[in-house]
C-alpha cells in the first residue's frame, strides 16, 4: 500500500492554546482510517489541517506524495463532512449534492452529474427527497444530504469529522453500513474523527487513537488489544473498557492492595518502572465467582444481558455478565484475573512499562 496522507510532526497553537503537538500520522491509499479520541483531543484540527483550512506552525501534509503544506485548499482534492449539516438552504436537496460538479474546479455535464446524483442518493438512501427543500427535511436527512454531497466528488481523500454524532443509533449503525458499502464499491480512502469507540471498529480498517493533540497509538483493533501502549487507550477502547487497578512494584513482587500474594513480575515480561504502577487487565480476562474480594457497585441490567460494576480495595472495573444469575447490588463478590493476563502502566505518566519478549 502506498500513502495517500501523511501527517508529519504536525503542530497547530490557537491563541497561545496547543491543539496539536507533533502529530505523525499516515493514511494508506484505499483504507479507512479512525481517529478516535475525546472531545478536545485534536480531531477536527488534525482534519482541518490535512484538508488546508488551516495552517500548521510546524510540520509537513503531503497528499498522493505531493507536499501541500502550503497549498490553497482547493488544490488538494478532498472532500470534507463536518459534524452540522452545512447545506445551502437556497437549494433543493438534488441542487445541494449536485453542488461541488457544478463548481468551477470540478464541473461536470449536467447528464453526467444527473446520474452521479442519482447514484449516489440512491446508495444513502435518499433518493425519494431529490426534489424536497433542505428544510424540510428530518435531521437524519439532512446528514445524508450532507454525506451524500461529499461522496458524489469522488476526490482523492474523504475526511469525516463527527459525522453521525447527532444522528439516533438505528440512523448512525445504517449509515456507518453504507458508508463501509461505499468504501466497498469504489476503493475510497477516508479519514473518520469520531469519539465513538462502537463507531470506530464498525467502520475502520486501523484505527489511530489522539489525546491532547497527540497520537497515541495506531494500529488494528486486534493489535491495539494485544499491546495497548498507553493506559489512556486502556481507558478509551474495549466494551467495557480496561480494568485497572493500583499496585506497588517492590523487592517481594508486585503488590496489589486487597489480592492475596504478591504477583510474580516475571509474567510481564521485561518492566521499565519501579514503585506505583497501574496493573490494567481486560475484562474479557476477569472471571467472577473465586478469588479476590469486591463489591457489585452498580448493576446495569439489559434484558438481553447485564454488566456489574465492581468496587475493590484497588480499584472498580465493569464486566458483562456470562450468563447464570444476576447478583444484587451490593452484594459481595469474587473475581479472578486469567494467569499471565495484563499490562504495567506508569501510574503518573500511563505509559506502558511491560514488555513480553518480541515487544518494544
Known sequence: MSAMLELKGVSKAYKGKQALRGIDLTVEDGE???????????KSSTLLTS????EPDRGTVHLAGRDVTEAEASSRDVAVVFEGFNLLPVLNVHDNIAFALRSPKYREPEAEIAIRVSR????LRIGHLLDRDTGTLSGGEKQRVSIARALVRRPKLYLLDEPLSALDLKLREGL?????????????????ATHDYHGAIAIADRIAIVNDGRVLQTGRIADIYARPADAFVGRLIGSPSMAFFEADLTGDGIIVPGWEGALDPGRFGRITAKGPVSLGIWPEDI???????????????RG???????????GMFRKVLEGGPVPLQGEAIRFCPRPGAGFLFDRATGALVSHQEGGA
Do not use: W
Not at 456507518?176 to 473518520?192: C, D, F
Open 120 to 123: 449516489t442518493a440512491e446508495l
Open 287 to 301: 472471571s467472577l465467582g473465586q478469588g479476590h474480594e469486591g463489591r457489585i457497585y452498580a448493576l446495569d441490567n
Open 176 to 192: 456507518r453500513a453504507e458508508l463501509r458499502q461505499i468504501h466497498r464499491e469504489h476503493g475510497t480512502t477516508m479519514l473518520y
Open 32 to 42: 479507512i482510517l479512525a481517529l478516535l479520541g475525546p472531545t478536545g483531543a485534536g
Open 51 to 54: 484538508a488546508g483550512l488551516v
Open 304 to 314: 438481553y444481558e447485564a454488566a456489574v460494576q465492581v468496587e475493590t480495595r484497588a
